[in-house]
């Protein structure tokens, strides 16, 4: 029985419409339709003006307001699908995208600087990405719960030194803004970086990835940033003669490695619910051959969990070959990167 402190009337056929039902169990009239109305028009525009992560955004808004049940949800979804496909090149632009950008103007700009930051992610420029992500870098600092937990975690690891400490900081950093960059280009709500003492570092999502496509690729967009990040500190250490950095370098990809492992929550396990059974095998593989060739034990352990989950029935139909490189890549270079020695003095 409702009351009518958790019940509303329904517009159309005035029966009570339990707190959390997102349609009249009377009628099937949508709970929030005109919400729904807006987003659609905000997402169409988005589309029409060439921008798919904003459009995105919009849809998967809509969808969290569309019961699972309903054609408008598996029609919303279906086009959340093409348009994440359209974002990392997986698949063509859908049909209406892009109209208002060739009527050139400020729409047309936004198109030219959308394909620009598209050319600069392909070729994985990372300080053109950084540039690109600045003011959400810098901004994340910023936000206190992030700013405090930080400086908690930089003293927490200090014991080889407050500069080790800080240092370490900062790489584990640019592996969770990797997350939020790779997260906010899907049209995914996420929050700054939290770090926590003895644990590392976390993002809290307010959304979730469309598919194993997004959730893969945003996974893996953690220690793909980590990477960059290590070797930043191992290029300026090496030109300095700082054992420091090239000791941050060494943990830094050490912990991006780890990462790796498709266990729990990791990024590993994230990156695999993309790959097919043989582009598991195959990612096993590589993770062999780094463990052999750099003297490492834990792509080693990497390769063994990988083996095993190449078995499991969550392997992708299809899988995802951008993916499978990225994965054999990141094993391959943090493991040689977790060679460097690793010295906490300056």
Same mark, same amino acid.
């Given at each position: 029985?409702?009351?009518?402190?958790?019940?509303?009337?329904?517009?159309?056929?005035?029966?009570?419409?339990?707190?959390?039902?997102?349609?009249?169990?009377?009628?099937?009239?949508?709970?929030?339709?005109?919400?729904?109305?807006?987003?659609?028009?905000?997402?169409?525009?988005?589309?029409?003006? @060439?921008?798919?992560?904003?459009?995105?955004?919009?849809?998967?808004?809509?969808?969290?307001?569309?019961?699972?049940?309903?054609?408008? $949800?598996?029609?919303? $979804?279906?086009?959340?699908?093409?348009?994440?496909?359209?974002?990392?090149?997986?698949?063509? &632009?859908?049909?209406?995208?892009?109209?208002?950008?060739?009527?050139?103007?400020?729409?047309?700009?936004?198109?030219?600087? @959308?394909?620009?930051?598209?050319?600069?992610?392909? %070729?994985?420029?990372?300080?053109? &990405?950084?540039?690109?992500?600045?003011?959400?870098?810098?901004?994340?600092?910023?936000?206190?719960?992030?700013?405090?937990?930080? +400086?908690?975690?930089?003293?927490? %690891?200090?014991?080889?030194?407050?500069?080790?400490?800080?240092?370490?900081?900062?790489s584990i950093y640019l592996h969770e803004f990797g $997350?939020?960059?790779?997260?906010?280009? #899907?049209?995914?709500?996420?929050?700054?970086?939290?770090?926590?003492?003895?644990?590392?570092?976390?993002?809290?999502?307010?959304? #979730?990835?469309?598919?194993?496509?997004?959730?893969?690729?945003?996974?893996?967009?953690?220690?793909?940033?980590?990477?960059?990040?290590?070797?930043?500190?191992?290029?300026?250490?090496q030109l300095t003669h700082s054992s420091l950095l090239? @000791?941050?370098? %060494?943990?830094?990809?050490?912990?991006?490695?780890?990462?790796?492992?498709?266990?729990?929550?990791?990024?590993?396990?994230?990156?695999?619910?993309?790959?097919?059974?043989?582009?598991?095998?195959?990612?096993?593989?590589?993770?062999?051959?780094?463990?052999?060739?750099?003297?490492?034990?834990?792509?080693?352990?990497?390769?063994?969990? &990988?083996?095993?989950?190449?078995?499991?029935?969550?392997?992708?139909?299809?899988?995802?070959?951008?993916?499978?490189?990225?994965?054999?890549?990141?094993?391959?270079?943090?493991? +040689?990167?977790?060679?460097?020695?690793? $010295?906490?003095?300056?």
């Open positions: 029985m409702t009351t009518a402190a958790n019940a509303t009337s329904c517009a159309d056929c005035g029966a009570d419409v339990a707190a959390g039902l997102l349609a009249c169990p009377g009628c099937a009239r949508l709970v929030h339709r005109e919400q729904l109305n807006a987003l659609a028009a905000e997402a169409r525009g988005a589309e029409r003006a @060439g921008d798919l992560t904003a459009a995105l955004g919009g849809w998967r808004r809509a969808l969290e307001l569309l019961p699972q049940a309903s054609e408008q $949800h598996a029609t919303n $979804h279906a086009r959340m699908q093409q348009l994440s496909a359209a974002i990392d090149g997986r698949g063509a &632009v859908p049909d209406g995208v892009g109209v208002d950008a060739k009527k050139g103007g400020g729409a047309g700009k936004a198109a030219a600087a @959308g394909a620009i930051g598209v050319a600069l992610l392909k %070729s994985k420029a990372l300080l053109g &990405v950084l540039l690109a992500n600045g003011k959400l870098l810098i901004a994340g600092l910023f936000k206190l719960p992030t700013l405090l937990s930080m +400086l908690l975690y930089a003293r927490w %690891s200090s014991g080889s030194g407050l500069g080790f400490g800080i240092g370490l900081v900062a $997350h939020v960059v790779a997260l906010r280009r #899907y049209g995914i709500a996420a929050s700054a970086p939290m770090f926590v003492p003895g644990l590392g570092a976390l993002v809290r999502m307010d959304q #979730y990835p469309t598919d194993a496509h997004e959730e893969a690729r945003t996974g893996l967009a953690g220690p793909l940033w980590g990477l960059g990040a290590a070797i930043g500190a191992a290029l300026i250490g090239i @000791g941050i370098a %060494s943990l830094g990809a050490t912990i991006n490695l780890f990462n790796l492992i498709p266990f729990w929550m990791l990024d590993g396990a994230r990156g695999l619910r993309a790959l097919s059974r043989k582009q598991r095998f195959a990612v096993a593989a590589a993770a062999f051959a780094s463990a052999i060739a750099c003297h490492q034990w834990m792509p080693a352990i990497i390769g063994a969990l &990988v083996l095993g989950r190449a078995f499991d029935k969550d392997a992708h139909e299809t899988g995802d070959s951008r993916v499978l490189a990225l994965f054999a890549s990141l094993l391959l270079a943090l493991s +040689l990167l977790a060679m460097l020695p690793l $010295h906490a003095s300056a």
